[in-house]
Nanobody, 124 residues
Framework: QAQLVESGGGLVQAGDSLRLSCATPPRTVMWYTMGWFRQAIGKEREFVAA????????YNTDTVKGRFTISKDDRKSTVYLQMNSLQPEDTAVYYC?????????????????WGQGTQVTVSS
């Protein structure tokens, strides 16, 4: 079973940027749809973005509003989430996950494997 390891979270101020990384076993990003979700305290897990094995991207446009970009590096088998113009409402634990191709990428139930999460805290 694939192991996903997120990194790059931290405490930043409103307006700052962060880049999250998700390291995966070799070739994982070439075979699976990779997604980023987040969960704030007291809220349900929320879809942020996904990238298919061929590089097609999907975003939660209400949440991202053009500020976040998902990408991947097949050689490094790593997925990234570049987050710009961060706001306090972006504060959450961010999770990386892997889903089989052809399943709905914005649905958490599609994802079989999850990382442990990385905390992002944005102060005002």
């Amino acid at each position: 079973q694939a192991q996903l390891v997120e990194s790059g979270g931290g405490l930043v101020q409103a307006g700052d940027s962060l880049r999250l990384s998700c390291a995966t076993p070799p070739r994982t990003v070439m075979w699976y749809t990779m997604g980023w979700f987040r969960q704030a305290i007291g809220k349900e897990r929320e879809f942020v973005a996904a990238i298919s094995r061929i590089g097609t991207t999907t975003y939660n446009t209400d949440t991202v509003k053009g500020r976040f970009t998902i990408s991947k590096d097949d050689r490094k088998s790593t997925v990234y989430l570049q987050m710009n113009s961060l706001q306090p409402e972006d504060t959450a634990v961010y999770y990386c996950a892997a889903a089989r191709p052809g399943t709905p990428s914005a649905v958490a139930a599609s994802y079989e494997t999850w990382g442990q999460g990385t905390q992002v805290t944005v102060s005002s």
